[in-house]
């Protein structure tokens, strides 16, 4: 059952331009004034940024492309999580998520002021920088492949709803 407001965007198949419609659905709307953030949660083929390309300079680009994102936030959470021995240090880490501390590191724009009127936004939330602590440095791919989603999502607590 769906809540209200929430609207699923997800299919088994690849290829039918749900990025595509997300990247002109989130311009569309930054350009309307809005504040828009996107995140690539496309973590095996990542691919969001790719759509505004003709809108970011190569330096940018690159920053995009280095720019911790997903991937480290769930790394970061984990390692976290492992080091918290405490109630205290436990809830001041949630904390940390709650306020988004974690996500400020990695909101990067996608689109100038100059392309949007005054107020709106356009950034992104990418997938993963190339090397992530895992608590070692290891290649965004040797960091996918060896995080496990299941000890993520049922002892690690993501996605926590912390209730007083």
């Known amino acids: 059952m769906r809540k209200a407001g929430s609207s699923p965007y997800y299919s088994f198949k690849g290829g039918v331009g749900r990025t595509m419609a997300l990247a002109n659905v989130a311009f569309l709307a930054a ?3 809005k504040r828009v953030l996107v995140m690539d949660w ?3 083929a990542p691919g969001l940024s790719y759509y505004f390309r003709g809108l970011l300079d190569g ?3 690159k920053a995009l492309k280095d720019a911790p994102g997903i991937l480290d936030i769930v790394w970061n959470w ?3 999580l492992k080091e918290a021995t405490t ?3 436990t809830r001041s880490l949630i904390g940390s998520f709650d306020d988004g501390t ?3 590191n990695c909101v ?4 100038s002021g100059e392309h949007l009127p005054p107020g709106a936004t356009l950034d992104i939330i990418g997938p993963g920088s190339p090397m992530i602590a895992t608590p070692e440095m290891v290649s965004y791919e040797e960091a996918l492949a060896t995080f496990s989603w299941p000890t993520f999502l049922e002892k690690e607590a993501g996605g926590v709803c912390w209730i007083d």
């Open 42 to 44: 496309d973590l095996e």
């Open 31 to 33: 350009l309307n004034g």
């Open 78 to 80: 984990s390692n976290a």
């Open 87 to 89: 109630d205290e240090a």
């Open 59 to 61: 330096p940018d680009s």
């Open 102 to 104: 974690p996500f400020q």
């Open 108 to 111: 990067r724009p996608l689109v």
